[in-house]
């Protein structure tokens, strides 16, 4: 069992940066996947970034790739999202995801919500232009 807490977002002005934090209860926090997902008012929720439990893979989605960098602390069971060069399209609730999973190179399944067991409440981030 994994229980997951996201933070860090907020208002920011286009161009600007925040750094979510997903804080993960549970000792064996290093075997998860982890990924984060958005979701915009009325759209589906999408996939954002993932990483691997020893942080030997990372996944980016090709619309925060170079903008966005996921990262991990097993010692302090908390996975980063950094977000720099935010757009308003950026807007949205974001979610952590956890799962134990594995990690899948050529079906790539780390990017569909279905894959994740667990998740966050979620955590607002807006974009103002």
């Known amino acids: 069992q994994v229980q997951l807490v996201e933070s860090g977002g907020g208002l920011v002005q286009a161009g600007g940066s925040l750094r979510l934090s997903c804080a993960a209860s549970?000792?064996?926090?290093?075997?998860?996947?982890v990924g984060w997902f958005r979701q915009a008012t009325g759209k589906e929720r999408e996939f954002v970034a993932a990483?691997?439990?020893?942080?030997?893979?990372?996944f980016y989605a090709d619309s925060v790739k170079g903008r966005f960098t996921i990262s991990r602390d097993n010692a302090k069971n908390t996975v980063y999202l950094q977000m720099s060069s935010l757009k308003p399209e950026d807007t949205a609730v974001y979610f952590c995801?956890?799962?134990?999973?594995?990690?899948?190179?050529?079906?790539?399944?780390?990017?569909?919500?279905?894959?994740?067991?667990?998740w966050g409440q979620g955590t607002q981030v807006s974009v103002s232009a």
């Open positions: 990483i691997s439990g020893l942080s030997w893979n990372i």
């Open positions: 995801a956890a799962d134990l999973g594995t990690w899948d190179p050529q079906r790539r399944s780390f990017m569909s919500r279905h894959f994740y067991g667990y």
């Open positions: 549970g000792r064996t926090f290093s075997r998860y996947v």
